[in-house]
């Protein structure tokens, strides 16, 4: 097995479920491809189900989190699983939720993420300069305003919805879906404040990734960005 955090495997050799630490992501393996896709907050169930409408008839790989709420139970305490992507990152997010713990204790949380970060990175890195697409849902006042300021470049429609958005990591990508009838940024640096999130780990990496940013409920809102995404991008 490649990646130590492996725990099954499907009867036609996928994967089943992998770890980061004690954070459990299902596998669903579509086939050969370059494409891999990501969900990572268990309450934005608009984004789950685009994903796996999406895998039953798109090739790839996609790595869903267990569980249905938006922060998970870590080591006794709380984290925001898009927050655990560094160890800078993830300790401000752990401080967060708690901040009494002692510093041992929070030294040997971020040990035991340390440990596990980059397996799993690997693991769902694509291969042959490939696209590793993430799927967000918002409810909580977030939109592409709010990323203006840590962004490259921006493409805002005037008739779209702030809060539906592609936030790319690749120039390229950007140049694509900014012909598209959709908002996208580009966030190609990992110059800002390290966040721990997963889009500033793969800027600092120099992958490809996008996230799709919607509002939650709007599922064909975002069904029509994934294909779009799908229709236009190498």
């Known amino acids: 097995m490649p990646f130590a955090m492996i725990l099954g495997m ?3 050799g996928g994967l089943a479920s992998i770890e980061l630490a004690s954070l459990r992501f299902k596998v669903i393996d579509g086939g050969e491809s370059s494409r891999r896709y990501i969900w990572l907050h268990g309450d934005e169930q608009t984004a789950r189900m685009a ?16 569980g249905s709420e938006r ?19 993830a300790e401000k997010n752990l401080n967060k939720f708690s901040p009494k713990w002692s510093e041992k204790k929070m030294n040997s949380a971020l040990d035991k993420l ?3 970060r980059e397996n799993f990175l690997t693991a769902i890195t694509p291969p042959d300069s490939g696209l590793l697409v993430a799927l967000h849902n918002n409810l909580r006042g977030y939109s592409i305003e ?9 493409s805002i429609k005037s008739d779209q919805n702030a809060h539906d958005f592609f936030l790319c990591t690749d120039r390229n990508d950007f140049t694509k879906l900014s012909q598209s009838p959709f908002n996208v940024v ?17 800027a600092k990496r120099g992958i490809r990734y996008v996230n ?14 994934l294909n779009i995404l799908e229709s236009v991008l190498d």
């Open 146 to 154: 709010d990323e203006v300021d840590n962004s490259n470049e921006i």
């Open 10 to 12: 499907k009867g036609d």
């Open 186 to 202: 580009l966030q190609a640096s990992a110059d800002s404040e390290d966040d721990g999130s997963l889009s500033r780990a793969m």
């Open 71 to 89: 922060e998970v139970q870590f080591e006794g305490g709380m984290l925001d699983p898009n927050r655990m992507f560094s160890r800078e990152g």
């Open 114 to 116: 340390d440990r596990d």
């Open 212 to 225: 799709i940013e919607v509002r939650l409920g709007w599922l064909s809102q975002q069904k029509k960005m």
């Open 51 to 66: 994903i796996e409408a999406h895998m039953k008839s798109h090739p790839g790989r996609a790595f869903l989190i267990a």
